[in-house]
């Protein structure tokens, strides 16, 4: 019987099996005592990698490969299996040649061979990784929506075991350049704060607001949260952005209305699974893995995950449209605090918006100096110039000694510290548009073979073109 040593295998997954799972033999290629595996095995393990995930190239060039290669000449694509056997697994050179030549012999076609056709593993046939596609968990995706849309909502088993078959070992996957999808933000980290924004209609309300800042600009009280894309009537979460103006564009403001936007710094480090870097997602994995197949196309349904969450929902869908990801965000309350994800409400390198979920918005409240309370005022510029300021004034109390102690129920750590002076009032003069115009043709139909436009020239067989 043959063996093989893991000095002889340079491919890492099978490399590790044979170091742990080998037995101690003496190497036919290189004459080592060492871990080995059998070649018959070894062989096996090649044979079913190779036919499970590489196809076989094109044996001919096709009618326009052949028309660009009249000058270069055509080159195939792929390789044959004894280079992929050295390139690609790093195989003893000889130990390459005696499987390749072994799995030759043993999937020779005759009948193939009698009209000049290849045969798997043959000498001259060349194959190549087969693409990776996400369709089975796009499948698993949508029907997940519609289940949670139309279906069930509660206490439903298919429901997490979708969300289970998404995120489980997520922290496992790293993008290209080998950062972890998981963030931390906070003091010490490159996100030390964050911008909110809130959209007002009346003079008082903003007055109003700046009287109380860390309170009417933090998250909303459960009683008045309305539904969002990543919460539930109800569930109070803090919305923000990295960016002032993706802030504001966040509000969607109507001209005429007031923006205040106000800057929260991360007083303590939350961890945040970051949508943005799972664009970014690659699988190092052995083609050898048993699971190589499902994790690459869990790997390439993640690259598209962000923006399938992040998809502009019209005015009036929201509620129905919202539960998918208000899913995401329950389940995901339980592992990380909070989300990154691309604003899809601005083109900027910097973009991107921060939910933090309920058990890490809580906003530590704004105290004035012992014995003051706040108060806010505007005040009205020339009447060619209308522009307003603002002021937010610590005004001695005069009745502090009547006043009882407030006592807080909210047992939460506090996350975030309102920078007062960071406070700021947008009126809101102009809104811009980002959009993409879509031409219209108008064209005649007058019987099945004859398309014309209106200004009379043949549209010949695409009508839509």
């Known amino acids: 019987m043959k063996y093989i040593c893991c000095d002889c295998v340079g491919e890492e997954y099978l490399n590790r099996e044979i170091l742990i799972k080998g037995d101690f033999n003496e190497c036919y290629f290189c004459e080592e005592e060492n871990n080995c ?23 001919y060039p096709d009618f326009w490969e052949e028309l660009m290669s009249k000058e270069d000449g055509w080159y195939r694509n792929g390789q044959t299996v004894n280079d992929i056997l050295i390139n690609n697994f790093d195989f003893n050179p000889d130990a390459a040649i005696e499987i390749s030549e072994f799995l030759q012999e043993k999937h020779y076609n005759h009948s193939a061979a009698e009209i000049g056709e290849e045969s798997d593993f043959g000498p001259d046939t060349h194959y190549e990784i087969k693409s990776i596609s996400s369709h089975r968990w796009l499948s698993q995706w949508e029907q997940f929506k519609k289940i949670i849309k139309y279906e069930s909502r509660f206490f439903n088993k298919n429901i997490n075991e979708t969300l289970e078959n998404i995120f489980n070992e997520i922290e496992q996957i790293t993008t290209r350049d080998g950062a972890s999808v998981v963030t931390t933000i906070g003091p010490n980290n490159e996100i030390k704060s964050l911008y909110r924004a809130r959209t007002f209609f009346s003079m008082d309300k903003v007055i109003e607001t700046l009287t109380n800042p860390s309170n009417l600009l933090g998250p909303p009280p459960p009683t008045i949260a309305t539904t969002g894309r990543m919460n539930a009537k109800g569930i109070s979460v803090f919305y923000s952005s990295t960016n002032k103006e993706v802030a504001i564009a966040e509000v969607r403001p109507p001209v005429g209305s007031n923006v205040i936007v106000a800057q929260f710094d991360l007083i303590r480090p939350l961890k945040l699974l970051n949508f943005e870097l799972l664009n970014k997602v690659i699988a190092r994995l052995s083609v050898f893995d048993p699971n190589y197949k499902n994790r690459m196309e869990k790997v390439a349904f993640l690259t598209h995950f962000s923006s399938l969450i992040t998809q502009p ?21 339980e592992l990380y605090d909070g989300i990154i994800f691309p604003s899809v409400q601005v083109d900027l390198i910097d973009r991107n918006n921060v939910v933090l979920f309920n058990k890490s918005s809580r906003v530590e409240e704004f105290k004035p100096e012992p014995g003051n309370y706040l108060e806010a005022e505007f005040s009205i510029g020339d009447p060619d110039d209308p522009y307003e300021e603002f002021y937010i004034i610590e005004k001695k109390d005069k009745n502090e000694t009547n006043k009882e102690s407030k006592i807080t129920t909210d047992l939460r750590e506090c ?11 947008n009126k809101i003069t102009a809104v811009n548009y980002t959009k993409i115009e879509q031409t219209v043709s108008h064209m ?9 436009d209106t200004t009379g020239s043949d549209c010949g067989d695409f009508p839509f073109d």
Request: glycine letters at 2%.
């Open 313 to 333: 929902v019209m005015p009036g869908d929201e509620e129905l449209e919202y539960l998918p990801t208000q899913a995401i965000a329950d389940y995901l309350t």
């Open 444 to 452: 005649i139909l007058q019987d099945f073979d004859d398309l014309t």
């Open 415 to 425: 996350s975030l510290r309102l920078d007062i002076k960071s406070i700021a009032v």
């Open 37 to 59: 595996l059998t070649l018959k095995d070894l062989i096996n393990k090649v044979e079913y990698t190779i036919l499970e995930n590489y196809e076989r190239t094109a044996e």
